[in-house]
């Protein structure tokens, strides 16, 4: 059996789990681009001066890093 789809006492991932851990991963990886576009998009459509536009990137970077993390702690 695969590393990834063993929980924590060996026994295979459920197929909700193994769901859910994919869904945590895309979300990851949504709020990490979505910071990403934000922050490097020069012509956004938002009206927001340049500070806020790049704080409030750098927060959905942050925000994705901690789902991140709290994924990996569940698995």
Known sequence: M???YQDNNGRQKSP???FLSVL???MFGF???LGL????WKDFPLELDSTYRILFGLL???YSFFRFVRLWQNR
């Open 2 to 4: 695969q590393r990834g």
């Open 24 to 26: 945590g991963l895309c």
């Open 37 to 40: 576009v934000v922050i490097f």
């Open 31 to 33: 709020y990490l681009v």
């Open 16 to 18: 909700s789990k193994r």
């Open 60 to 62: 959905l970077v942050v």
